[in-house]
Structures are given as C-alpha cells and as structure tokens.
Antibody, heavy 121, light 110 residues
Framework: QVQLQESGPGLVKPSETLSLTCAVSGGSISSYYWSWVRQPPGKGLEWIGYIYYSGSTNYNPSLTSRVTISIDTSKNQFSLKLSSVTAADTAVYYC???????????????WGQGTLVTVSS | QSALTQPASVSGSPGQSITISCTGTSSDVGGYNYVSWYQQHPGKAPKLMIYEVSNRPSGVSDRFSGSKSGNTASLTISGLQTEDEADYYCSSYTSSSTLLFGGGTKLTVL
C-alpha cells in the first residue's frame, strides 16, 4: 500500500520560503507525477504543480514564479519550495501521486494526510 | 485561470439520487475527457472517486458515476447514504497542460 507523508515547519514568517518534503513508502517513486495541492482553511483545493520522476516539472501559472518542486529518487521523496510567502499562502499542503492518460490528464490516487502551514510573524 | 464552477451545496435524503455539476470551458472540461472527482470528509485528505470522466477506481462504490456533456461534467450519487455527506471537488486537465479544481460542493444527506 502506497503511503505519502508530508513533513516540514508548521509556521513560516512572511517573505520567507516555505519548504516541505513528501516521503513515499510502499512503492517506487519511479513513474507517476508527484504533486502538491493546497487548501486554505475553509476553502477549496488548489493545484500547485508536479514533478515527473524524470525531473520535468509543471506549475500552476499563478504560482510559477515562486514555486520549485524537486525530487530525490534515491530517498524516495520529493519536495516543495514556495518563496516570498504571505498570509495568503496559509493552507493545508497535501502531496499526492498523480497518474496521467495516454495523451494527457492528471488525477491523484494516493494522498498524504496533509500538513498545515501558517504564515505569520 | 479561474476555478471550475460547482454549486456551493446540494442535499438529498437517504436512498435518493443527487447530481453535482462542474462547468468549465472548451479549454478544460469541454476539450478533454480528463475530468476527475474527489470526495473529502472534514479534516481528511481528498479521495479519488471518478477519473477520466466516468471511470471508477477499484474499491469505489458503483453508486458513484460520472458523465460529461459539452463544457459541463457531472457526478451522480445514487442510493444516498449518510456516509456520502462530504465535500466534493471536480478537477480538469487544461489546454495549458495544467490542472484546475472546482470550488467544491458540500453534500448534505438529510
């Protein structure tokens, strides 16, 4: 059974960089689109971006200038960095395993439990 | 990119059927058969219920079904059960190779 577990600071100061890691167990990190999704308190889901196991990335256009997703296949984990954070970046951050169809598409079959990151001084 | 449009809330009684709509554009919902639906209970991670418009992952009840017409996708839940009470989100692949979520629909089972 594939399991994903997010880790990282729960509190980040405004203007600093949010850093999270997602550890993948129960399966290989090879193949799949390893993704980050966030959910502000009481609000809906927002896709942040993904990294393919080969290292190629794709980000939400609204966040692309501040987001970096990386992968470490030797450790079976991938990471998120979001720079210049503000209170609007306060959210539960989920990591997820993404699957794609033959000619595109993206859906998530396994999710981490989520981790709340609060941006505050 | 604007979020896909979903009704804020729907409700139904046990045993009834309900449908949740998800409206986008020809650049997302209407342009691809890559719509997914997720169920989220309070404080929990989302769970995949439907992928590629109408496919159910293994283990998901056949009371859940998906369809699409034009720029609008739909999730139908038949034989409503109390445990179906949750938030539901649609998502769609886009012409920019990105992913859009809907704003979410709160399902209340009366």
């Amino acid at each position: 059974q594939v399991q994903l577990q997010e880790s990282g600071p729960g509190l980040v100061k405004p203007s600093e960089t949010l850093s999270l890691t997602c550890a993948v167990s129960g399966g290989s990190i090879s193949s799949y689109y390893w993704s980050w999704v966030r959910q502000p308190p009481g609000k809906g889901l927002e896709w942040i971006g993904y990294i393919y196991y080969s290292g190629s990335t794709n980000y939400n256009p609204s966040l692309t200038s501040r987001v970096t997703i990386s992968i470490d296949t030797s450790k079976n984990q991938f990471s998120l960095k979001l720079s210049s954070v503000t209170a609007a970046d306060t959210a539960v951050y989920y990591c997820a395993r993404g699957l794609s169809g033959r000619s595109g598409g993206l859906y998530f079959d396994y999710w981490g439990q989520g981790t709340l990151v609060t941006v505050s001084s | 990119q604007s979020a896909l449009t979903q009704p804020a809330s729907v409700s139904g009684s046990p045993g009834q059927s309900i449908t949740i709509s998800c409206t986008g554009t020809s650049s997302d919902v209407g342009g691809y058969n890559y719509v997914s639906w997720y169920q989220q209970h309070p404080g929990k991670a989302p769970k995949l219920m439907i992928y590629e418009v109408s496919n159910r992952p293994s283990g998901v009840s056949d009371r859940f079904s998906g369809s699409k017409s034009g720029n609008t996708a739909s999730l139908t839940i038949s034989g409503l059960q109390t445990e179906d009470e949750a938030d539901y989100y649609c998502s769609s692949y886009t012409s920019s190779s990105t992913l859009l979520f809907g704003g979410g629909t709160k399902l209340t089972v009366l």
